[in-house]
Nanobody, 127 residues
Framework: VQLQASGGGSVQAGGSLKLSCAASGRTVSRYDMAWFRQAPEKEREFVGVIERSGSGSSRYYADSVKGRFTISRDTARNTVFLQMNNLKFEDTAVYYC???????????????????WGQGTQVTVSS
């Protein structure tokens, strides 16, 4: 399984970016896929997840990004996206996509819920 994250960059506060996570070796619609981020000298934190289609493709987000970030999925491209709007300085981090090998009957917000990780893409927001 390979996950290739892209789309990061530098943007001013209030701007938008759209991250992509292209998967190979797994069909994204059959697995829960999440975005995490890690700022310098901080622990990796959950951003949001889109559940597998068999679980209704539910989406949920960290409170810090709710209403500003949206996760979507393109099954034809086998890619998951993270649309980030109204970016804030505190959103600056390396963003990682992740795929869970098994679905759990609880909110999957922990790093160790996920088995495969992309390489990360840097997002820098200037105030």
């Amino acid at each position: 399984v390979q996950l290739q994250a892209s789309g990061g960059g530098s943007v001013q506060a209030g701007g938008s970016l759209k991250l992509s996570c292209a998967a190979s070796g797994r069909t994204v619609s059959r697995y829960d896929m999440a975005w995490f981020r890690q700022a310098p000298e901080k622990e990796r934190e959950f951003v949001g997840v889109i559940e597998r289609s068999g679980s209704g493709s539910s989406r949920y987000y960290a409170d810090s990004v709710k209403g500003r970030f949206t996760i979507s999925r393109d099954t034809a491209r086998n890619t998951v996206f993270l649309q980030m709007n109204n970016l804030k300085f505190e959103d600056t981090a390396v963003y990682y996509c992740a795929l869970a090998g098994r679905h759990l009957a609880r909110s999957m917000t922990r790093s160790d819920d996920y088995d495969y990780w992309g390489q990360g893409t840097q997002v820098t927001v200037s105030s």
